[in-house]
């Protein structure tokens, strides 16, 4: 039975999603300013993980995860850089994915993007006005916090907790902005109150129920978005559509450096870029998972280190048990020691799921497969492995490294699946894509190929592939 912590009740609850068989799941997305940083890779390699194991676990999980586009922080970079806002944004979208795909992470279902929902936008905001949530004043349009009775029922502040900026067009201090009139100079858009864009608040309320309906089964994010954004959102949505907006919310635990907060200002930022430079991606799991989701965790290079050393021990007893797997010296029928072997391991199987059960505890999943592994390696020093067992152990842990997406430089299925035959398929594909100028998509069967362990690159004389070894 899986249980997950729901930030709103503060509790570990069954699991049941509206639908049976079905996960309607939204995770707010970065805001497109700068290049994705530490903090970023630990959330969405979470969440990532957690979509695989409902897929695992038979659930159609319909994953939506935006990209804010347009915003204050991305308005004062552009003008930094002499550059457009909207420009910016969408060259940092790509980065953003390019980072993701880069670090293993599932491609969402839909990437929606603010700007090109501002319409329906505008309309839930009507809707809000004409229900008596929200009020214009000034070009500007706010929700009247004093409207929503369960106000703070997710990040359980009391009222001097939740002051938002003060503002002279506000009725309360708590209001928040949904519409922002226009300033000189910045983008904006038509709309029945003038000129201008979406507050932030707004969007992921907009975009999360016109793809996945009134109520989300999960809604993830960091843990810094409890209050406002996330608090925000209930107010808008169950204002707006009158129904429970998030049956059970998720949020990740902050990411230190060397037991500091992360800070520009401190010399301690560091991209995703920056650390994939250094250590491979599948390490980069390996630390991020091997801490609970919900925990902070601190990011050093002694960590990091570490991290690396456990993937290369993790790689070692697979290649061993790979190997033995193939061995054509057969020792005949099972003995005794080799039967409490296989045993042992269908206990290390449940033990490893009973932990992913447990409100996706990847830390304890991550340590049974290092007790399976000096098991096995200590196992294979003292007794001969029965061929048949060294392909079921083997099988084993790529069954986990499914999951958490790593093992990459293994195949996950045989020869006798005509693997050569699909890739090249997929090339020709590729090839016509190009051919009719349609390269978005050329590009992202390029970068989710990735994900499952195959390089496509493209040449003079068309695309070609080979494995990631």
């Known amino acids: ?22 996960v309607r799941m939204y995770v707010c997305g970065p805001t497109t300013y700068d290049l994705c940083h530490i903090g970023h890779a630990r959330s969405y390699v979470a969440f990532d993980v957690i979509r695989r194991y409902l897929e695992y676990k038979g659930y159609h999980v319909i994953y939506v995860e935006n990209f804010t586009d347009i915003d204050d922080k991305i308005i004062k970079r552009a003008h930094e850089l002499g550059e457009d806002p909207l420009k910016l944004s969408e060259r940092f979208v790509e980065e953003a994915l390019k980072d993701f795909s880069a670090l293993g992470i599932k491609r969402a279902d839909v990437h929606p993007r603010v700007t090109k929902h501002i319409q329906d936008i505008i309309n839930m905001v009507k809707t809000l006005i004409d229900k008596g949530y929200a009020y214009e ?19 359980h502040l009391n009222s001097d907790e939740m002051m938002q900026e003060p503002n002279d067009k506000k009725r309360n201090p708590q209001d928040f902005a949904l519409w922002k009139s226009a300033k000189p100079g910045e983008p904006s858009w038509d709309s029945p109150w003038g000129p201008g864009r979406p507050g932030w608040h707004i969007e992921c309320s907009v975009m999360s129920t016109k793809y996945l309906g009134p109520t989300l089964d999960i809604h993830g994010g960091g843990r810094d978005l409890i209050f406002p954004h996330h608090e925000n959102e209930i107010a808008q949505s169950e204002a707006a559509t009158g129904k429970k907006f998030v049956r059970y919310w998720m949020h990740n635990g902050f990411v230190t450096i060397n037991n500091e907060k992360m800070s520009k200002s401190l010399g301690n930022f560091f991209t995703i870029r920056e650390i994939l430079e250094k250590y491979d991606p599948e390490t980069v799991r390996l630390f991020l998972l091997s801490t609970h989701y919900r925990s902070e965790i601190n990011f050093s290079e002694k960590s990091m280190e570490e991290s690396k050393e456990k993937m290369r021990r993790l790689y070692n007893t697979l290649e061993r048990v790979r190997v033995a797997s193939q061995s054509n010296k057969e020792p005949g029928s099972m003995d005794a020691q080799n039967v409490e072997l296989m045993n042992r391991i269908s206990d290390y199987r449940k033990k490893f799921f009973d932990y992913m059960d447990d409100d996706f505890n990847t830390a304890g999943a991550i340590a049974v497969m290092f007790e399976m592994a000096r098991d096995v390696n200590k196992f294979m020093d003292d007794h001969q492995i029965y061929v048949g067992l060294a392909k079921k152990v083997f099988d084993q842990f790529m069954e986990f490294g499914r999951i958490l997406n790593i093992f990459w430089k293994y195949e996950r299925v045989s020869e006798s699946d005509d693997v050569p035959k699909l890739m090249d398929f ?13 390269y978005e998509l050329s590009d992202k069967i390029r970068d989710d190929i990735k994900s ?18």
């Open 1 to 22: 039975m899986l249980k997950i912590y729901n930030t709103m009740t503060r509790e570990k609850e069954e699991f049941k999603p509206l639908e049976e068989g079905v």
């Open 137 to 155: 004043s000034g070009g500007d349009v706010y929700y009247d916090v004093s409207k929503f009775s369960d106000y703070g029922k997710l990040s």
């Open 426 to 438: 997929i090339c020709k594909i590729r090839d016509e894509l190009r051919k009719k100028k349609i």
């Open 452 to 469: 499952v362990g195959f390089s496509i690159e493209d040449g003079q004389n068309g695309s070609t592939w080979k494995r990631n070894l």
